[in-house]
């Protein structure tokens, strides 16, 4: 027999458990689709900051919409582990960006004043701090010689991102959604009444349909004709032995899980989808966060791995519909862990028919237009 949903989701990282999860808070009956991902892995290979701080000058509306969803966290944590019985391990640790040299420090002392000045009487949370300042929040790490100061905000957090995903999808099933795994959509046909998707394990139908694949929407939306402008952006990262709590704030490219392993990396690479390993990068990474915490030096890796990143063109969102279709809608996010809370608690009514909240109004598709 075929499924029948009010909403289809295609997709089950954390964008489209999000919404999903959304939807099922809602009553909605929803459907999430999701294959079994070879490349397309970013929700289980990410570093699971909630991060707000220091990025997107000239686009106060993306600040915004980090900020919110970062505030929501903490409500969104406890109910997650009452509807799915998951502690996603969210933490209000706050987030650091460490400097290197006095350069690095007054580049980071500037846009973090830039960012001031754009959110004018609104205010910016966030701080520069000095060496010693820095020294006093982390005292039990010794930093390097050229570690100038860090920029400090204390609505950055932390969450263990596979938990929080199976939390989402569990939570949803929970509250009478439906999880479809293991099962790839080849295609997607218009109905009278909506779509019929056709998988490699029978058909769905259902009334509207979100693509909410990441990198997979590409495909997907082709089979409308559209052209999604998101392209796969790898990271490399290296995971070190335990060691105990001395780091209870990420700094940004060395972050302690709640496990007590070392999470390193933080370049960007776009070299199509090629996630094949490079020791030169590893070592410059490792370079790097050895300049900030020597010690790390003495830590054994333990496992290294590389992920595509889900990157929008110009590094926002796109939650849009799809065009000539009233009830069919791409969403796509390349910092889908910080944007979880605000895409549980927005997006569904936008899928539903609603406007979507002024902030996020301008993350179409058509802002790429003739680019
Ligand atoms: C190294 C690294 C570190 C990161 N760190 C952070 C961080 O600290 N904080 C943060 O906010 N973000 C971080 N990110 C980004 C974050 O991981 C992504 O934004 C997020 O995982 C994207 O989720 P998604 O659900 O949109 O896409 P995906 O995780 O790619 O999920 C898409 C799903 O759709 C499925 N799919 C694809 N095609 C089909 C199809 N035809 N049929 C059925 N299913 C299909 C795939 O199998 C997959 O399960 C990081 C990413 C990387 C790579």
Not at 75 to 84: F, N, V, Y
Not at 157 to 168: C, H, S, Y
Not at 338 to 364: N, Q, R, Y
Request: aromatic share 8%.
């Amino acid at each position: 027999m075929r499924q029948n949903f009010d909403v289809l989701i295609v997709g089950g990282g954390v964008t489209g458990a999000a919404v999903g999860y959304g939807l099922a808070k809602k009553g909605i009956s929803v459907g999430v689709v999701d294959a079994t991902p070879s490349v397309d892995r970013a929700s289980r290979s990410n570093m699971g900051l909630i991060w707000c701080q220091s990025k997107a000058l000239g686009n106060r509306n993306y600040v915004e919409w980090c900020f919110s969803s970062s505030k929501l966290f903490k409500s969104l944590a406890s109910e997650l582990k009452k509807t799915s019985g998951i502690d996603i391990e969210y933490t209000e640790s706050g987030g650091l960006i460490p400097c290197l040299g006095e350069e690095e420090f007054t580049k980071r002392s500037d846009y973090l004043d830039a960012l001031r000045k754009e959110a004018g009487e609104k205010g910016y949370p966030g701080t520069m701090l000095t060496r010693d300042e820095l020294q006093a929040k982390l005292p039990n790490i010794t930093f390097g010689t050229n570690v100038t100061g860090a920029t400090w905000c204390a609505e950055d957090g932390l969450v263990e991102p596979l938990k929080l995903m199976f939390a989402l999808r569990h939570g949803m099933e929970h509250l009478g959604g439906t999880l479809i795994p293991n099962t790839n959509v080849i295609d997607i046909a218009k109905t009278e009444s909506g779509y019929l998707i056709t998988t490699d394990d029978g058909e769905i139908e259902c009334t509207r349909l979100v693509l909410a694949a990441g990198l997979g929407n590409r495909q997907l939306a082709g089979k409308f004709n559209v052209t999604v402008p998101v392209v796969p952006n790898k990271g490399q990262v290296f995971l070190t032995e335990r060691v105990p709590d001395i780091l209870p704030s990420p700094l940004l490219g060395i972050t302690r899980t709640r496990g007590g392993t070392i999470m390193i990396g933080f370049e960007h690479e776009y070299v199509g989808t090629d996630t094949s390993l490079h020791t030169e990068k590893f070592c410059h990474v490792a370079k790097w966060a050895t300049d900030i915490w020597p010690a790390l030096a003495d830590l054994r890796i333990i496992r290294t791995w590389s992920c595509l990143r889900v990157w929008p063109k110009d590094g926002f969102p796109i939650y849009d519909k799809i065009p000539g279709h009233e009830n069919a809608f791409i969403l796509n996010a390349h910092s889908a862990v910080t944007l979880a809370a605000v895409h549980i608690a927005e997006l569904p009514d936008f899928i539903m028919g609603k406007e979507i909240c002024k902030t996020a109004a301008d993350f179409t598709l058509s802002r790429f237009d003739e680019k």
